[in-house]
């Protein structure tokens, strides 16, 4: 039976909203020995990232980070940074080229072969806030320049990150935002990765974006990327229609990225699992997610991955006869 290596992620770093700074050792490390003792030897890291300032050197803490797993008999599947691919077409695009080399080179550092970032972030010089796809600035940007233009810019951006990306075996996986934001859409997105020109740059397919937006499924997004696909983010929501509100859930008017484990929403994961073994896919499996909910750490860990691995051997049947 054809299982999938699978990453869950764990946090060493975390965001005040001011700085971003480290978590201690040992606020990570349980976790990291329940996964290793459930047969999970990879993990999703983030944080590490161009878009914020930091109490602590990045690139010494990456390095730090991606030794302590080697010790562990560990490894990141991906390292999900935060970077812009653009910015204003009348400014220069240096700094974004030089940041996103740094995303590259953080990740690098961690032993990751892959770092997520999303497509539509954008610099703006002397400010550290967190610049998200905002609609607005790239409605105006497009009004003004014209929509190939803007591609034309992210892309080549994107192109000279790619070189560095290659030269440290590191691929850069655009994440699809569908609804979320505006250069993450299923007309956008592949645009932006075909005019990178680049082997490094592809996707990252974000399962629960997809769902709650409903406008291009997840299976729909895996014959957009096919051998393009470098990774995933997979967890669960229960759909395009659910009203509700919270401050702490991505909400649009749409549905609600909730970020349950796979089974806990209504994403037809049989049907994905397919469709992954339709294009080939052989990469790591990595849940933008935790255990199942509301039982203890270890046990909700065990369950989530034996439910993964029985989607997987039902797949597998259903695929054979």
């Known amino acids: 039976m054809k299982k999938y290596p699978l990453s869950y992620q764990v946090n060493t770093v975390y965001f005040d909203g001011k700085r971003v700074r ?23 890291l983030s944080g590490y990232v ?3 300032e930091a109490d602590f050197d990045m690139d010494e803490e990456t390095k730090r980070v991606g030794n302590l797993l080697d010790s562990l008999e560990m490894k990141p599947a991906q390292h999900h940074g935060l970077a812009a691919v653009y910015a204003p077409l009348e400014n220069s695009q240096e700094p974004v080229i030089e940041k996103l080399i ?13 770092l997520v970032i999303h497509p539509s972030q954008y610099y703006e010089p002397d400010s550290w806030s967190r610049h998200v796809g905002n609609p607005d600035f790239f409605d105006n940007e497009i009004a003004q320049h014209g ?12 192109h000279e990150a790619g070189l560095e990306a290659e030269r440290l ?19 956008l997105l592949p645009r932006l990765v075909k005019e990178a020109q680049s082997p490094a740059v592809g996707f990252c397919l974000d399962s629960g974006h997809a769902h709650c937006c409903g406008h291009t499924s997840v299976t729909q997004w895996i014959g957009i990327m096919r051998d393009k696909l470098f990774t995933t983010h997979f967890h669960d929501n229960r759909g395009a229609r659910l009203q509700a509100l919270s401050e702490d859930r991505w909400i649009s008017p749409f549905g609600i990225d ?33 255990g199942w909910q509301e039982m203890p750490e270890e046990e909700g860990y065990r369950c989530a991955i034996a439910f993964w691995r029985e989607l997987e051997r039902i797949s597998q049947c259903s695929h054979e006869h």
């Open 169 to 187: 075996g590191v691929k850069i996986a655009l994440e699809n935002l569908d609804r979320f934001e505006p250069m993450g859409s299923a007309e």
């Open 50 to 52: 161009m878009v914020e």
């Open 147 to 158: 929509i190939d233009a803007v591609l034309s810019v992210a892309a080549h951006n994107l």
């Open 258 to 290: 909730e970020h349950r484990p796979p089974g806990f929403g209504t994403i037809p994961w049989m049907d994905v699992i397919t469709e992954l073994r339709n294009i080939g896919y052989a990469n790591t499996v990595n849940f933008e997610s935790g």
């Open 102 to 114: 740094r995303e590259v080179q953080y990740t690098a550092n961690l032993h990751s072969p892959v």
């Open 22 to 44: 480290k978590l201690p050792e040992e606020t990570y490390e349980n976790t990291l020995s329940i996964l290793k003792s459930l047969g999970i030897t990879e993990v999703m």
